[in-house]
């Protein structure tokens, strides 16, 4: 069973397709690349996948659980970190920490122990009593990451998680994110920037709203460049007239 | 259950620890009707004659007149700040973090709804200690009862809150809100005149502020205060919550697209 499958998935916004026809399914435990550039149509797939709206066609599993059909039940089994910050910041790390818990409907011992191991993971452990304002992007980020864990989910999805990180904190969270992947959690991971790609990741590639590719990194890329090919695949296309 | 309870209490605590924190937001919230009580019913007490009408026995001072009309001043006030604070949840995301809990939509909207209420009421009951210190008293149990009309009327106009908040897309739009939703609720209703002196200068604003929701919020409180039941205005503040969250949870519902169209301008 996959963490996350999607079939023939369409949104449009009026008369814009936005997703036509998107179909894949991620391998389990692996990081997963969503490949696309700017406007490909990557946040409305993650828009569709958190459930802020639903698409009129198309299924969304997520551990087996139809979002359409089972929206609770898919949503529990999923972590998301969403490309704007959420973060309260004037709560501390701890308190960010148990807010989500709650949400999730957690509280007591059972919130506390999965809480501190979701920080220990991410090497986080010892700013628990600190306020989120005090953190610097990377640590925000991480600790979103975090909480995103919290409940254990089946897939972690990150929406462009390194949009405003400096170059230092980009590679830590993704290296981060890859160590999570080797310990067996299924990753899926939207960005545009080639270089957070490992050659051993999954690499789905989105544009104009369609699936280009789905394959290893390094099959992609085909003992040349994953960049070249990339940019290959999503060059614009010449405009008659 | 108790995984939802616990949620509700989440958000509770989460509204009261952010309200605290913004001490500015308390006074603002305190200041406001306590300008009116002072300054504004100072000046229309010789102006304006009140005859005895229900709930009240005998003659009464115009600010114990206005005192319901400022308590529901401050729900008003409150219901559009947390509708305010949802258009800004839904730029900032943590909206988006609140919706994908697993626990229905629904219990969720209405937990940020009882929460905004928490803060509401709390705020009245310290401006109602202030007037009782200026003088301004009611009857000791009045005190009390009036705590379930304050939480309806304040579900209520929270419930319009939620409702505004699903359907504007843009923070900037909220100066609009106020404009056109704040003043004229607190003006054309029964907060500052009684109906028998609106009818005095036209018919019509009589019978709009008789279909005003924010009047029966206010009789509500009013006689409550009293100690007595208003039937009717009872009968149209839970008709009012029923239809403003209803259409709230019609807004926020992922299948009606109205936050695909917020995502697309966003």
Same mark, same amino acid.
């Given at each position: 069973?996959?963490?996350?499958?999607?079939?023939?998935?369409?949104y449009?916004?009026?008369?814009?397709?936005?997703?036509?026809?998107?179909?894949?399914?991620?391998?389990?435990?692996?990081?997963?690349?969503?490949?696309?550039?700017n406007?490909?149509?990557?946040?409305?797939?993650?828009a569709?996948?958190?459930?802020?709206?639903?698409?009129?066609?198309?299924?969304?599993?997520?551990?087996?659980?139809?979002m359409?059909?089972?929206?609770r039940?898919?949503?529990?089994?999923?972590?998301?970190?969403?490309?704007?910050?959420?973060?309260?910041?004037?709560?501390?790390?701890?308190?960010n920490?148990?807010?989500?818990a709650?949400?999730?409907?957690?509280?007591?011992?059972?919130?506390?122990?999965?809480?501190?191991?979701?920080?220990?993971?991410?090497?986080?452990?010892?700013?628990?009593?600190?306020?989120?304002?005090?953190?610097?992007?990377?640590?925000?980020?991480?600790?979103?990451?975090?909480?995103?864990?919290?409940?254990?989910?089946?897939?972690?999805?990150?929406?462009?998680?390194?949009v405003?990180?400096?170059?230092?904190?980009?590679?830590?969270?993704?290296?981060?994110?890859?160590?999570?992947?080797a310990?067996?959690?299924?990753?899926?991971?939207?960005?545009?920037?080639?270089?957070?790609?490992?050659?051993?990741?999954?690499?789905?590639?989105?544009?104009?709203?369609?699936?280009?590719?789905?394959?290893?990194?390094?099959?992609?890329?085909?003992?040349?460049?994953?960049?070249?090919?990339?940019?290959?695949?999503?060059?614009?296309?010449?405009?008659?007239? | 259950?108790?995984?939802?309870?616990?949620?509700?209490?989440?958000?509770?605590?989460? +509204?009261?620890?952010?309200?605290?924190?913004?001490?500015?937001?308390?006074?603002?919230?305190?200041?406001?009707?306590?300008?009116?009580?002072?300054?504004?019913?100072?000046?229309f007490?010789a102006?304006?004659?009140?005859?005895?009408?229900?709930?009240?026995?005998?003659?009464?001072?115009?600010?114990?007149?206005?005192?319901?009309?400022?308590?529901?001043m401050?729900?008003l006030?409150?219901?559009?700040?947390?509708?305010?604070?949802?258009?800004?949840?839904?730029?900032?995301?943590?909206?988006r973090?609140?919706?994908?809990?697993?626990?229905?939509?629904w219990?969720?909207?209405?937990?940020k709804?009882?929460?905004?209420?928490?803060?509401?009421?709390?705020q009245?009951?310290?401006?109602?200690?202030?007037?009782?210190?200026?003088?301004i008293?009611?009857p000791?149990a009045?005190?009390?009862?009036?705590?379930?009309?304050?939480?309806?009327?304040?579900?209520?106009?929270?419930?319009?809150?939620?409702?505004?908040?699903?359907? @504007?897309?843009?923070?900037?739009?909220f100066?609009?809100?106020?404009?056109?939703?704040?003043?004229?609720?607190f003006?054309?209703?029964?907060?500052l005149?009684?109906?028998?002196?609106m009818?005095?200068?036209? +018919?019509?604003?009589?019978? @709009?502020?008789?279909?005003?929701?924010?009047t029966?919020?206010?009789?509500?409180?009013?006689?409550?205060?009293?100690?007595?039941?208003?039937?009717?205005?009872?009968?149209?503040?839970?008709?009012?919550?029923?239809?403003?969250?209803?259409?709230?949870?019609?807004?926020?519902?992922?299948?009606?697209?109205?936050?695909?169209?917020?995502?697309?301008?966003?």
């Amino acid at each position: 069973m996959s963490a996350l499958t999607v079939t023939e998935l369409s949104y449009r916004y009026g008369a814009t397709h936005a997703l036509s026809d998107v179909s894949f399914s991620l391998p389990e435990g692996q990081f997963c690349a969503l490949l696309g550039p700017n406007g490909a149509g990557k946040s409305t797939l993650f828009a569709l996948l958190t459930r802020l709206f639903v698409a009129p066609r198309g299924r969304i599993e997520i551990a087996g659980h139809d979002m359409s059909r089972h929206p609770r039940r898919a949503l529990a089994r999923m972590g998301v970190v969403f490309q704007q910050p959420t973060l309260d910041l004037e709560m501390t790390v701890a308190g960010n920490m148990r807010y989500f818990a709650a949400l999730h409907g957690m509280s007591g011992r059972q919130a506390q122990g999965r809480i501190d191991a979701a920080l220990d993971r991410l090497g986080m452990a010892e700013r628990a009593n600190e306020k989120a304002r005090n953190l610097n992007g990377g640590h925000r980020r991480r600790m979103e990451i975090a909480r995103a864990l919290i409940h254990e989910p089946a897939v972690l999805l990150l929406d462009e998680p390194t949009v405003g990180l400096d170059t230092a904190a980009r590679r830590a969270i993704t290296a981060h994110v890859h160590g999570l992947a080797a310990e067996g959690l299924t990753v899926f991971w939207a960005t545009h920037l080639v270089d957070e790609i490992a050659s051993g990741d999954e690499v789905v590639i989105l544009h104009r709203g369609r699936i280009m590719a789905q394959d290893r990194a390094a099959v992609l890329a085909d003992g040349g460049d994953l960049t070249e090919v990339f940019m290959n695949m999503t060059a614009p296309l010449a405009v008659p007239g | 259950m108790s995984g939802w309870l616990t949620a509700l209490a989440a958000i509770v605590l989460r +509204e009261a620890a952010r309200f605290i924190h913004q001490r500015g937001r308390f006074l603002a919230a305190l200041v406001r009707p306590l300008v009116w009580l002072v300054v504004f019913a100072a000046g229309f007490r010789a102006a304006l004659g009140l005859s005895i009408i229900p709930p009240y026995q005998t003659y009464i001072t115009y600010e114990v007149y206005i005192l319901p009309g400022l308590c529901g001043m401050i729900l008003l006030f409150n219901g559009m700040q947390s509708s305010l604070s949802l258009v800004y949840d839904q730029e900032m995301g943590s909206m988006r973090l609140l919706l994908t809990s697993p626990l229905p939509r629904w219990w969720l909207l209405l937990s940020k709804l009882l929460a905004g209420v928490a803060v509401a009421v709390l705020q009245v009951y310290v401006f109602l200690a202030i007037a009782a210190f200026m003088d301004i008293t009611l009857p000791l149990a009045g005190y009390v009862l009036v705590l379930p009309a304050l939480v309806l009327g304040g579900l209520m106009l929270g419930a319009l809150g939620l409702l505004i908040s699903s359907t @504007i897309t843009q923070l900037e739009n909220f100066a609009g809100v106020m404009n056109f939703v704040i003043f004229p609720m607190f003006f054309l209703s029964t907060a500052l005149y009684p109906l028998w002196k609106m009818a005095e200068s036209s +018919e019509l604003l009589r019978d @709009i502020c008789a279909v005003n929701p924010f009047t029966h919020v206010v009789e509500l409180i009013r006689f409550a205060l009293y100690g007595q039941i208003a039937p009717w205005s009872l009968l149209w503040v839970l008709l009012g919550l029923a239809v403003f969250f209803v259409a709230a949870l019609w807004g926020y519902d992922p299948a009606r697209g109205m936050m695909g169209r917020k995502a697309r301008r966003g």
